[in-house]
């Protein structure tokens, strides 16, 4: 596609967000059976399981922690909140970057109670379930920043919003293939997130295998690239990344509510060499 056809499908997918719902994305997806805590086959404490042993791996380490396109979810990052002292939350949209702040701020309104998720993050890790209050602390004392982000502009973030080394480990979930209008443009959004991240940096990078559309609100229907593994590990390589380790989520019947039509969830962890 020439560049006037990218740009013109580029805004036309930022137009959809533009009715974007963070309360009812939250609702759809993070609210069981999709976030059901106590079934082993739930797609939240997969992901989550996934992030927890990513994140204590002794290869990925470092100070900052980036998290690519966070809307107005806190999962993705509170296993690595443990692992590094600075983490800045990112999204294109204003009232995701505001529920987060509101969380941030421990103020009232916010539209998920995330203490399900802190408690069960505190029994991965060993901790007893109390601990979650200290995971709440521990966290807002890392968040950094939460910053606009664009992953379509070779240049993501503001130019001085990073280190001039780069992040040490970025970590993205549903975003890239969530905003691109097709799979050429979902691989070059990993190539300009590349270069938010360091030489021997880690992106984890979770995603929705097979779907082509999902509701972000009533009536929000967004269309989404559909991928399969092999793509999500051709589009790793072709931008740059050497692939660690592929997970792969099938989706249950029951954990097909009618909010999208994706059929797995896969978990890429990958470095920059
Ligand atoms: C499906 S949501 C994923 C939210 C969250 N990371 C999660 O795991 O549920 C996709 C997010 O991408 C954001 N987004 C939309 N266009 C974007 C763009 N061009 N660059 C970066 N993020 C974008 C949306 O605002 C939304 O928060
Ligand atoms: O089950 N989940 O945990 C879950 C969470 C978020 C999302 C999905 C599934 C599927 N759709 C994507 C948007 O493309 C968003």
Same mark, same amino acid.
């Given at each position: 596609?020439? @560049?006037?056809?990218?740009? !013109? %499908?580029?805004?036309?997918?930022?137009?959809?967000?533009?009715?974007?719902?963070?309360? #009812?994305?939250?609702?759809?997806?993070? *609210?069981?059976?999709? %976030?059901?805590?106590?079934? !082993?086959?739930?797609?939240?404490?997969?992901?989550? %399981?996934? =992030?927890?042993?990513?994140?204590? @791996?002794?290869?990925? +380490?470092?100070?900052?922690?980036?998290?690519?396109?966070?809307?107005?979810?806190?999962?993705?990052?509170? +296993?690595?909140? @443990?692992?590094?002292?600075?983490?800045?939350? *990112?999204?294109?949209? @204003?009232?995701?970057?505001?529920?987060?702040?509101?969380?941030?701020?421990?103020?009232?309104?916010? +539209?998920?109670?995330?203490?399900?998720?802190?408690?069960?993050?505190?029994?991965?890790?060993?901790?007893?379930?109390?601990?979650?209050?200290?995971?709440?602390? !521990?966290?807002?004392?890392?968040?950094?920043?939460?910053?606009?982000?664009?992953?379509?502009?070779?240049?993501?973030? %503001?130019?001085?919003?990073?280190?001039?080394?780069?992040?040490?480990?970025?970590?993205?979930?549903?975003?890239?293939?969530?905003?691109? &209008?097709?799979?050429?443009?979902? *691989?070059? #959004?990993?190539?300009?997130?590349?270069?938010?991240?360091?030489?021997?940096?880690? =992106?984890?990078?979770?995603?929705?295998?097979? /779907?082509?559309?999902?509701?972000?609100? &009533?009536? $929000?229907?967004?269309?989404?690239? &559909?991928?399969?593994?092999?793509?999500?590990? #051709?589009?790793?390589? /072709?931008?740059?990344?050497?692939?660690?380790?592929?997970?792969?989520? *099938?989706? &249950?019947?029951?954990?097909?509510?009618? $909010?999208?039509?994706?059929?797995? $969830?896969?978990?890429? !962890?990958?470095?920059?060499?």
């Amino acid at each position: 596609m020439e @560049e006037k056809g990218r740009e !013109k %499908a580029v805004a036309a997918m930022a137009a959809c967000y533009q009715r974007f719902d963070p309360a #009812a994305y939250l609702q759809y997806n993070y *609210t069981p059976p999709r %976030a059901d805590f106590a079934r !082993k086959d739930s797609i939240v404490p997969w992901k989550l %399981a996934c =992030l927890h042993r990513a994140f204590t @791996e002794d290869d990925v +380490s470092g100070e900052l922690l980036v998290d690519i396109g966070s809307g107005p979810t806190l999962y993705q990052v509170l +296993s690595g909140c @443990e692992v590094f002292n600075k983490v800045i939350l *990112t999204d294109f949209l @204003e009232v995701n970057r505001q529920e987060l702040r509101r969380w941030l701020q421990d103020e009232a309104g916010c +539209s998920l109670d995330w203490t399900p998720y802190l408690q069960h993050v505190c029994k991965l890790e060993g901790r007893r379930l109390s601990a979650w209050t200290e995971k709440a602390a !521990k966290l807002r004392q890392v968040i950094a920043d939460i910053l606009p982000i664009d992953v379509h502009c070779s240049q993501p973030l %503001a130019p001085d919003a990073l280190p001039s080394a780069g992040a040490d480990c970025l970590v993205s979930c549903f975003c890239l293939e969530s905003v691109s &209008p097709d799979l050429a443009a979902f *691989t070059r #959004a990993l190539g300009h997130i590349w270069k938010l991240l360091r030489p021997g940096g880690h =992106l984890l990078l979770i995603g929705a295998l097979g /779907e082509s559309y999902y509701f972000g609100g &009533p009536g $929000v229907r967004i269309p989404v690239v &559909p991928l399969n593994e092999a793509q999500v590990c #051709a589009s790793l390589k /072709e931008s740059s990344y050497t692939l660690i380790r592929l997970e792969v989520y *099938t989706l &249950p019947q029951d954990m097909r509510v009618g $909010v999208d039509d994706v059929t797995g $969830v896969f978990f890429a !962890k990958a470095r920059k060499d």
